[in-house]
């Protein structure tokens, strides 16, 4: 078996002439594989299949064979067989092909050729030494005879016998180890399982039982709210007629009146009047929370809601050293809301302010959110009074809740300004937030939807 000179990108040709030049390409092919890194299962595939192929050619005229390393996006070792066209049948390929990656025949009527690719090892260097590596262990190998191939099969043979026994005995192992975790996970899947139910189980009591409170807790909020209801009809009429008397008592073609009388008959006037706001409150409260108070909107100016309002809370009695501010009339617009709403929450608000304000000023303010496109208005009740603890802040919001102190002593009432406001500020579609300092004063915040109208045309003069 002689070497030829080489070509560009392959390693070596070797003439192929006698049955030990087959036997020396077997050796040849192996050692070549084992220059190149691939594993043990792969050198012996590469040198049966040589072996094979070159069987199978032998007395072809001008049979050579050719290692290469073929530039391409994919590297290959190629090793093609080359003859004179016409010597022999067709090449049989199926062999071979069980063996390597491709194998293909090709012929261009002077010259045939087999062409035998096998993939390179993704860690292969590529290198000059690489190459220079693998060249030579292309040519370390003498020509052999055919007893010496015969026992160089039987060692790769043994080698592969022993590799395969490994790994049948590696694949034995993982199958017991696999075994033992599918054991495990099945217990833990039971586990699971029974964790699972058991915590089914709790939900759908805790469910049943949350159930229960909440309808428990319905019938309750309808009891109080038909009790309201109830108390709220059967106390108008009383205080109607208590309002009534006195008003016809006062009236200027009743029978005349010691001052002192018509001072005490004035405070029953004025109490009389309270109450029957109160009543009236809390009647609408049972409302809202039954889901029957309607909302009746309509075009409101707010110069003449305010003024009234401001003029309303001056004559009730205001303490002697606090002043109600209210907003210019020019700054206020006409909107669209329901007005006998928007006056009790603003009521509601103010009279707490005065209520628990010694000094200074309660201030009423008005301005459209200018972020908002105006889409929103902001009305703000602020005060200097005693103000509210921060622990506490939560708690006015509380129907029937007052804040312990001196002044809530002075003025007891029933604990439903603030939240009966919050509820008609909800029902406008806005909302209600406070803020307070105790000492400084607090400061209430109602948003609700802004949706302008034009004033009402004036009256002719």
């Known amino acids: 078996m002689t070497e030829s000179a080489t070509r560009s990108g392959e390693l070596s040709v070797f003439d192929l002439a006698t049955a030990q030049d087959v036997f020396a390409l ?14 043990r299962q792969d050198q012996v595939r590469i040198a049966t299949a040589l072996s094979e192929l070159g069987r199978d050619r032998l007395g072809c005229d001008g049979l050579t064979v050719a290692f290469s390393l073929p530039a391409g996006r994919e590297r290959v070792l190629a090793v093609v067989f080359e003859w004179d066209g ?4 067709d090449p049989d390929l199926e062999p071979a092909s069980r063996l390597l990656n491709r194998v293909r025949h090709e012929s261009d009527g002077a010259r045939e050729r087999i062409v035998a690719e096998h993939p390179l090892p993704a860690a292969w260097p590529d290198t000059p030494a690489a190459w220079l590596g693998v060249r030579e262990a292309l040519r370390r190998h003498a020509p052999l005879t055919l007893a010496d191939d015969l026992r160089a099969q039987t060692r790769d043979l043994i080698a592969t016998l022993e590799e395969t026994r490994a790994q049948r005995e590696e694949l034995r192992r993982l199958n017991d180890e696999l075994e033992e975790t599918n054991r495990g996970v099945l217990a833990l899947y039971t586990e699971l399982s029974q964790e699972l139910e058991e915590t089914n189980s709790g939900v759908v009591a805790l469910h049943a039982e949350l159930e229960e409170k909440s309808n428990r807790l319905r019938e309750t909020s309808e009891a109080k709210t038909r009790f309201w209801t109830n108390i709220s009809h059967e106390l108008r009429t009383p205080v109607n007629a208590v309002v009534a008397l006195s008003r016809l008592l006062l009236a200027a073609g009743s029978d005349p009146l010691t001052e002192e009388q018509r001072r005490q008959i004035s405070l029953v006037d004025a109490s ?11 009647l609408d409260m049972a409302k809202a929370e039954a889901g ?13 809601l305010v003024g009234q309002l401001g003029a309303v809370m001056r004559s009730t009695g205001m303490p002697g050293g606090v002043v109600l501010l209210t907003p210019d009339p020019g700054t206020l617009p006409v909107t669209v809301t329901d007005e006998a709403l928007l006056t009790r929450i603003l009521r509601n608000l103010l009279s707490n302010a005065l209520k628990f304000t010694e000094k200074g000023e309660v201030r ?23 103000g509210i603890p921060e622990s506490e802040l939560t708690r006015v919001f509380e129907e029937f809740y007052q804040v312990r102190g001196p002044l809530q002593r002075a003025h007891r009432g029933t604990g439903l300004g603030l939240p009966y406001a919050r509820t008609l500020a909800e029902l406008l579609g806005g909302t209600l937030r406070l803020s307070s300092t105790p000492g400084v004063g607090t400061r209430v915040e109602v948003r609700l939807p802004h949706l302008p109208a034009p004033p009402a045309p004036e009256a002719d003069a």
Do not use: C, H, Y
Not at 272 to 282: C, E, I, M, R
Not at 292 to 304: F, G, H, K, T
Not at 364 to 381: H, S
């Open 292 to 304: 029957q108070l309607e909302i009746v909107s309509a075009a409101v100016d707010l110069r003449a």
């Open 26 to 39: 077997r050796r040849i092919g192996q050692s070549a594989a084992e220059a190149l890194g691939m594993d």
């Open 272 to 282: 009389g009047q309270t109450l029957f706001s109160l009543v009236n409150d809390l």
């Open 364 to 386: 009423l303010g008005f301005a459209v959110d200018p972020e908002a496109a105006g889409q929103w208005m902001t009305f703000t009740v602020t005060d200097t009074g005693v």
């Open 86 to 89: 016409g010597t022999k049948a």
